[in-house]
Structure formats: structure tokens, C-alpha cells
């Protein structure tokens, strides 16, 4: 079955500077990646998501880009803000199946 | 965007009692529903997939008898944890796909408390 490695686990960043988050997946036809946010003691949130038959998306300063032959995808944040902070998961499915899901990377900015 | 909505957030029960958690979306009907676990700092470990209509398919592992699993429409699935024992504390999340836009979206999840 598909295996969603995320990394880092941990990111401690200055409020204003970006912040990247890279996860890698294991099944090629794989197809679809969305991103969540999810805050302390709340359901996780999407934020954006990506379709393998782009290579990036980007809404406001959140940017997701995806490596189809290196079989990887990326968050970036730009200008992080302390409302920023939260646990981030990757996401991997084909079509409509289960999403496989990544550990999580912990975000935390820095006023 | 889309809405799921859950409940109860938080509940704190006594040892031996059954507890329900409910699920709907709001905004688009669901024949595919899911129910995760979450334990602390850790990420979301699927239970379960709830089909309207039909039978819940629950992962390896997970006790069908224990956890019980209802679809019965488009819009509301439901999770009863039976004969809750605090080995099942923890925090339940249930998630819903809109298959238009083949999105999955979360209820904010409910923090069960076995005592």
C-alpha cells in the first residue's frame, strides 16, 4: 500500500520568513495530494491540494509543488504569522480511495 | 467551503457506558463517510469507512462489535464507542468526502473522556 514519509517532524521559524514542509510517497499512481492544518484540539483543516496533473498551486502565501518522477510534494508558507502555528499533515490517495496520511510537522513562528 | 459538522465536542463518560458520536455534512451528500483516532502527537489512524446504505469497513484491528458504525443517510454517519473502558479516551474524528470535487473534508473532532 501507498507509505507517506513527512518531514520535518519539527519547524521553528521567525514570524515573516517561510516555512517548507516535504513529504514523499511511495505508490506512483497516486494522484492526488491535499495538504491540513490542523490547530491544537480541532479537526484538521484543508488548506490546498494538488492533482498530479499539475506541478504547483498556489493560493495566497501558501504554495504546494509536485515532483511526479521524484514522487514528492512540498508546502511552502510565505511570511509566516503566529496564527501560522499548528500541526501540519500531508496527504496522499489514488482517485478516490482512503487518504494515506503523513506523521505531521509541528510549525511553530515566533512573534 | 463544505461543512462537517460533529458532535458532541467533548464528553466525559463512566466506565461501562456507550457513547454516540454523530457526523454530518452540511453542504453535499456523502455516501462515503470515515472515522479516525487520534492519540496525542500523533497522526490520524483510520477506524473505519462508513458507506451509506450498507455495512461500515473497519481497518485491521478494530473491534466492529465495539465500535459501531451507522450511515443510514446521506448526510449523517454515526459512531458508538459500546462499553467505553478509559483505554478508549482519546479524540474520535470523522471526515467526509464530497465526491463532486472528490474532497475530504473534518468535523472538528469529539474528546471522549472514559473515567
Known amino acids: 500500500g501507498e507509505n507517506v514519509e513527512q518531514h520535518p517532524s519539527t519547524l521553528s521559524v521567525q514570524e515573516g520568513d517561510s516555512a517548507v514542509i516535504k513529504c514523499t510517497y511511495s505508490d506512483s499512481a497516486s494522484n492526488y495530494f491535499p495538504w491540513y492544518k490542523q490547530e491544537l484540539g480541532k479537526g484538521p483543516q484543508l488548506i490546498i491540494d494538488i492533482r498530479s496533473n499539475v506541478g504547483e498551486k498556489k493560493d495566497q502565501r501558501i504554495a504546494v509543488t509536485l515532483n511526479k518522477t521524484a514522487k514528492h510534494f512540498s508546502l511552502h508558507i510565505t511570511e509566516t504569522q503566529p496564527e501560522d502555528s499548528a500541526v501540519y499533515f500531508c496527504?496522499?490517495?489514488?482517485?478516490?480511495?482512503?487518504?494515506?496520511f503523513g506523521k505531521g510537522t509541528m510549525l511553530l513562528v515566533s512573534p | 467551503g463544505a461543512v462537517v459538522s460533529q458532535h458532541p465536542s467533548r464528553v466525559i463518560c463512566k466506565s461501562g457506558t456507550s457513547v454516540k458520536i454523530e457526523c454530518r455534512s452540511l453542504?453535499?451528500?456523502?455516501?462515503?463517510m470515515f472515522w479516525y483516532r487520534q492519540f496525542p502527537k500523533q497522526s490520524l489512524m483510520l477506524m473505519a469507512t462508513s458507506n451509506e446504505g450498507s455495512k461500515a469497513t473497519y481497518e485491521q484491528g478494530v473491534e466492529k462489535d465495539k465500535f459501531l458504525i451507522n450511515h443510514a443517510s446521506l448526510t449523517l454517519s454515526t459512531l458508538t464507542v459500546t462499553s467505553a473502558h478509559p483505554e478508549d479516551s482519546s479524540f474520535y474524528i470523522c471526515s467526509a468526502r464530497d465526491v463532486a470535487k472528490n474532497i475530504q473534508y473534518f468535523g472538528a473532532g469529539t474528546r471522549l473522556s472514559v473515567l
Open positions: 496527504a496522499a490517495s489514488i482517485g478516490d480511495s482512503t487518504l494515506t
Open positions: 453542504d453535499f451528500q456523502a455516501t462515503t
